[in-house]
């Protein structure tokens, strides 16, 4: 039978308007409920594209959302885990020693499943089931409304309320929050893109055919980034790119060989575009008003000595091209 703690569970998940903190009040209604000893959720990423799907999960790398880094693990690696994203149904597990149950939640996205709710209780009757899946559909149909309210209506791409919104899990506002679970430190770099010459595509075919040249280009952002990178449209023609778990030149390879495919790229009516590109390590502790800043300065560099290339902020500021930069939170409007 349905408790009023169960309602008020259910319309306490409804009243979360942030992914974290949807997340978190799950993981707390859950475990009061099941007494569950332990309590995951797992993003699920296709790193194949479409060239694979939950039918042959192969492809699919699974990472623990209390982790703020990128620390993906094959599907292979977790029991159950390639049987719930094949099947698209709950699995449950029984352990023996000690003797447990674990049940696997598929989150069922637009095509595949895009997470995973993992449980491991000591008890679990069919009314306490119920109640868990009841949970879990909420929890699966608030992140479809917060994916919605975050993505950019043309692109596709999060926009710059998702990219505010996240900043303290993305940014690592802590120390600890850039480091992996062996507390080793973990690497992000921050990049900004710009079209070049965007201005001109408008001017002289019309916003209508902008807009297609946007539309291309996030294609090819999805197409060039790893499944686990955030990719913003930041306005108008200009991009945030967070690269997971790179150092400066690896950071710089993936993002010369985007710049290529842009280069390269022919698109319908315009013809060949390029892109100028910044791009700062994030390190922890530092404000999200100064690695932006820092990443638009050397964009801006980028544009005033010939475009089609990257700057990396710390390579200019290390060869005197530039001079280092602090911006306090209170000194630039960033939203």
């Known amino acids: 039978m349905i408790s009023k703690s169960d309602i008020e569970a259910l319309i306490d998940l409804t009243g979360r308007h942030n992914k974290h903190e949807l997340t978190a009040c799950l993981v707390e209604n859950v475990r009061k409920i099941a007494a569950s000893s ?8 296709n790193t194949q594209g479409d060239r694979e799907s939950a039918d042959n999960p192969s492809g699919f790398v699974v990472r623990n959302t209390s ?3 990128w620390l993906g693990e ?3 690696q977790h029991e159950g885990f390639t049987e719930c994203i094949a099947t698209k149904q709950i699995v449950r597990l029984t352990r023996e020693n000690p003797l447990s149950t674990r049940i696997i939640f598929p989150v069922r996205g637009a095509r595949d499943p895009i997470g995973l709710l993992v449980i491991d209780c000591h008890s679990a009757d069919a ?5 868990i899946e009841a949970l879990s559909q909420v929890w699966r149909s608030q992140q479809f409304l917060l994916d919605r309210s975050e993505q950019d209506g043309l692109t596709g791409l999060l926009n710059r309320q998702a990219l ?20 080793t430190p973990t690497c992000k770099c921050l990049a900004m893109l710009d ?19 946007l539309v291309h280009f996030a294609r090819l952002m ?7 990178d955030d990719l913003f449209r930041y306005g108008g023609e200009e991009f945030v790119v967070i690269l997971q778990n790179v150092e400066m030149e690896k950071a710089l ?16 009516q315009v013809g060949q575009k390029t892109v100028s590109i910044g791009v700062v390590q994030i390190a922890a502790g530092q404000m999200p008003s100064t690695l932006l800043d820092r990443a638009d300065k050397a964009l801006y560099y980028a544009k005033q000595h010939g475009r089609n290339r990257i700057c990396a902020y710390e390579h200019l500021v290390t060869s005197g091209q530039l001079q280092e930069s602090d911006v306090s939170s209170g000194d630039v409007e960033l939203f």
């Open 38 to 45: 332990t309590i995951a959720v797992y993003e699920v990423f």
């Open 127 to 131: 009314e306490t089931l119920y109640m």
């Open 222 to 228: 999805n197409t060039s980034f790893r499944p686990y």
């Open 253 to 268: 390879s993936i993002l010369e060989r985007f710049r290529n495919a842009v280069e390269m790229y022919d698109y319908p």
């Open 195 to 213: 079209l070049d010459k965007f201005k001109e595509v408008n001017d002289k075919f019309g916003h209508l055919f902008g807009d297609e040249v």
């Open 67 to 69: 982790n703020s880094v």
């Open 164 to 183: 505010e919104t996240r900043m303290p899990h993305l940014f690592g506002e802590n120390p600890s929050s850039l480091e992996g679970t062996s507390g």
């Open 74 to 76: 094959p599907v292979a």
